[in-house]
């Protein structure tokens, strides 16, 4: 929020609309109600004030940051620099914004990125990236997936909103602390779940629309987001035919090992069991490890090599019981990977894994010493998998 120079206007961003999805700006002279100048689903941020002006940045589904400034009496946008200036002449899939409930009645929302060229008489591959999608659509949270990449490549691109906590729908006002609220969502599998939901339902909602072959649709995250993944593999197995992580799993042991003491403190707090007590039916619901069974779907693992650690359990089982998956770890890199070159690499590597595991097509210009033989072989023997 920000005071006008002399004091007697405030003006304030809020979130409102289906799911917070919609971004609006306020001005208020105390007087009277506070009115509305501009309304959103773009991505308006780093506000400063500028006499009575507002200098901010904004980024929209297909258009990368620049540095605007609004009108705060009319509420119209000036572009004063654009760092991308030949962005816009670049020819790019359609967006389209859905939305839909979960199960527990959150309001949820994605965005559908659909490629240029179609096939006219087939269905379409579908992945899904996450976890937020305000704002322009470059790679997800991470920035690994690449979104009009992946539709210039012929896929259908899901970019999935992670719909408000759990706790949200508490309305009883018993929910006063935040660690309440962690308590909440994380008895039961509370908040996975609800997220599990919003998953299905929109996935649901774009295979509604008849051109998504159900047989090819593949799953991307970070962080969070790996945690959507994961309990999406364990509790709809078979729904997805390829997977692509940027963190390890959670596991038993290596959560509360490597992820250091102090996550483990907090993770025990929330309701994990303390490693001393028996994990067998918490981890029913989510581990690789007790649902090895269920799993039969390629992996790609690339991580980074502060925290390779914690992916460790989940490859070792998954490796054990010859099941399709390749670990890459990345060096000096954190929990968000942020070298140029290592960027790159998981761009190019997200799309041939896709392509290859999706639509079965190898990319020719590739030299023989290429990870296709590799992959060859993890279809054959995932094949054999019963």
Same mark, same amino acid.
Not at 337 to 348: D, E, F, T, V
């Given at each position: 929020?920000?005071? !006008? ?52 940045l904004h980024e929209a589904s297909s258009q990368p ?9 009319? @509420? ?26 979960? =199960? ?35 790679? @997800? ?86 945690? !959507? ?12 035919? *390829? *997977? ?10 290596? !959560?509360?090992?490597? @992820? ?46 502060n925290e390779y650690l914690m992916a460790m359990e ?24 942020? @070298? ?22 190898? =990319? ?14 993890? *279809? ?7």
């Open positions: 929020m920000w005071w !006008t120079g002399n004091g007697q206007r405030l003006l304030f961003l809020r979130r409102a609309g289906w799911g917070n999805s919609e971004l609006q700006l306020y001005s208020w002279d105390t007087r009277s109600a506070p009115a509305i100048i501009l309304k959103t689903h773009d991505l308006i941020t780093g506000c400063q004030l500028a006499s009575t002006t507002l200098i901010c940051r620049r540095i605007v400034q609004i009108n705060t009496d009319t @509420g119209v946008l000036t572009t004063l620099f654009d760092p991308n200036p030949s962005f816009h002449k670049l020819r790019k899939g359609s967006v389209e914004r859905l939305h839909w409930t979960n =199960d527990v009645g959150i309001e949820s929302f994605g965005d559908l990125v659909l490629p240029r060229n179609r096939p006219r008489n087939g269905k379409m591959p579908l992945i899904v990236v996450q976890y937020l999608t305000r704002g322009f659509l470059r790679g @997800g949270v991470g920035d690994e997936y690449p979104i009009f990449p992946f539709a210039e490549q012929g896929f259908a691109v899901l970019s999935l909103q992670r719909p408000a906590d759990y706790y949200t729908t508490v309305k009883d006002g018993s929910v006063r602390t935040a660690l309440e609220a962690q308590v909440l969502n994380q008895r039961n599998w509370n908040d996975r779940r609800s997220v599990q939901s919003a998953l299905i339902k929109g996935i649901e909602l774009v295979v509604s629309r008849g051109n998504i072959d159900t047989k090819r649709i593949g799953i991307t995250g970070l962080s969070d987001g790996v945690s !959507t993944v994961q309990f999406a593999l364990v509790n709809s197995p078979g729904l997805f035919a *390829a *997977a692509s992580i940027s963190t390890g799993f959670q596991e038993p042991k290596s !959560t509360q090992i490597y @992820g250091g003491s102090a996550w483990a403190k907090q993770l025990v707090a929330m309701g994990y069991p303390p490693l001393n007590e028996d994990q067998t039916e918490f981890w029913l619901n989510t581990s690789i490890e007790r649902n090895i069974d269920k799993i039969n779907l390629p992996i790609l693992m690339q991580v980074s090599d989940s490859y070792g089982i998954l490796k054990a019981y010859n099941r399709p998956t390749e670990l890459y770890v990345f060096p000096n890199e954190n929990h968000i990977k942020n @070298g140029p070159a290592h960027r790159l690499a998981i761009y190019a590597r997200n799309i041939h894994w896709f392509k290859f595991w999706l639509e079965r097509e190898e =990319d020719a210009s590739i030299q023989k010493s290429s990870p296709y033989e590799r992959w060859d072989s993890l *279809a054959s023997r995932k094949d054999k998998v019963p």
